[in-house]
């Protein structure tokens, strides 16, 4: 998932962006409001996080305009006092959440998360090699043959599969499925590993989940013609 943060403050702004690249977010950060909506032209975020009070520009007037170029994509706006009015304000230019400096970046991905999956197409279907997963269904189906999944297990799959090809730490794995950071929940992804393994590795020829030693996990990116020339 690509960030775009755009806050004026350089210490918030890395902050924001070290953290989140932590659990897997691939952030970009500008404090210039001409440069986002240049970026915005160019290339592909899946969310935003815009502070009301930028320096060059006002940050309501500039989310109206981000609202205006890019109707359905996600935007979560902040600001040091978000009174009722200045949350309303900020909901009315085109911000889909709105939250107070200084706010815990646990609350900050949740309300990401929160937005990000609203955003996603109901119907959406991933897929890598011969492995289908329908998002809305909660389904999995590898080689034609439905794979059944504990709900656990599907949100772990999901997230290995948005971010096909990536070494992915077991702390981003819990951070993720889990909405936590929390060391004490990292043994128990190697558990869940297992069982993934066992439903959608046994019996196949290419190995779907690789181990990345020292890291973690990371789902093996391949086609669906390469599935068919390894059967």
């Not at 709900?151 to 999901?158: G, Q, S």
């Amino acid at each position: 998932m690509r960030v775009l943060i755009v806050d004026s403050e350089s210490a918030i702004a890395e902050f924001l962006a070290h953290s989140l690249a932590g659990v897997g977010y691939q952030v970009t950060s500008s404090p210039d409001s001409a440069e986002v909506l240049t970026r915005l032209t160019a290339e592909a975020f899946d969310i935003l996080l815009v502070d009301a009070n930028l320096p060059d520009v006002n940050g309501y007037a500039l989310v109206s305009k981000l609202r205006q170029r890019k109707g359905d994509l996600p935007i979560l706006m902040w600001g040091h006092s978000a009174t009722v009015d200045e949350r309303v304000r900020g909901l009315e230019a085109g911000a889909d959440d709105f939250i107070s400096k200084p706010f815990a970046l646990v609350e900050l991905q949740a309300r990401m998360k929160a937005l990000l999956r609203r955003s996603r197409p109901a119907q959406e279907r991933l897929q890598v090699g011969d492995l289908i997963l329908d998002c809305g269904r909660r389904k999995a189906h590898r080689g034609g043959r439905q794979v059944e999944l504990a709900p656990r297990e599907f949100d772990i799959l999901e997230y290995l599969m948005r971010h096909c090809g990536q070494n992915l730490s077991r702390s981003m794995i819990v951070q993720h499925v889990w909405e936590k950071d929390y060391d004490g929940l990292t043994n128990i992804v190697d558990v869940y590993i297992r069982h993934l393994r066992t439903k959608l590795d046994d019996g196949y020829d290419v190995k779907l989940i690789q181990t990345v030693r020292g890291v973690g996990y990371s789902m093996r990116c391949y086609t669906a013609a390469e599935a068919s020339q390894a059967v």
